[in-house]
């Protein structure tokens, strides 16, 4: 999985979970700081995968198998987040820029044991 197809994911679900609608290409390419045509073959393309449903001037919407992959990398970039917030005590920005990064990286079995980690080592934060 490429980390620019699960940004798009990530996005896409945090605007529509937020608004509760579908997010147009427009809407898209400036949360992504990308052109509307990029977006517009993206979302073709995630169509294809079958990732999201593409309506041209309608937007985007995730299909389930695009939803279960958002929540995934939006639950490394959270864990992480909290992490290099918390318990190393890195800025809330930069933590999030850097998680950012680390997300696409991270394996589920790294991100399974820091979860184990994080849990078993709360009384470090609180």
């Known amino acids: 999985m490429s980390q620019s197809i699960e940004d798009y994911l990530e996005k896409i679900y945090i ?3 937020e608004n509760k609608r579908p997010i ?3 809407e898209l390419a400036k949360l992504l700081n990308i052109k509307p045509s990029a977006v517009t073959s993206m979302a073709q393309k995630l169509s294809k995968l079958g990732y ?3 309506e041209p001037y309608i937007g985007i919407t995730l299909t389930k198998k695009g939803l279960d992959l958002a929540k995934k990398v939006l639950d490394k970039h959270q864990t992480l987040q909290t992490f290099l917030e918390k318990y190393l005590g890195i800025d809330k ?5 850097e998680a950012c990064k680390l997300e696409h990286a991270m394996s589920d079995e790294v991100l399974k044991k820091l979860k184990i980690f994080m849990e078993e080592h709360k009384d470090l934060v609180e």
């Open 24 to 26: 147009k290409t427009t």
């Open 52 to 54: 999201v449903e593409y």
């Open 93 to 97: 920005e930069i933590a999030s820029k």
């Open 15 to 17: 605007f529509t979970k």
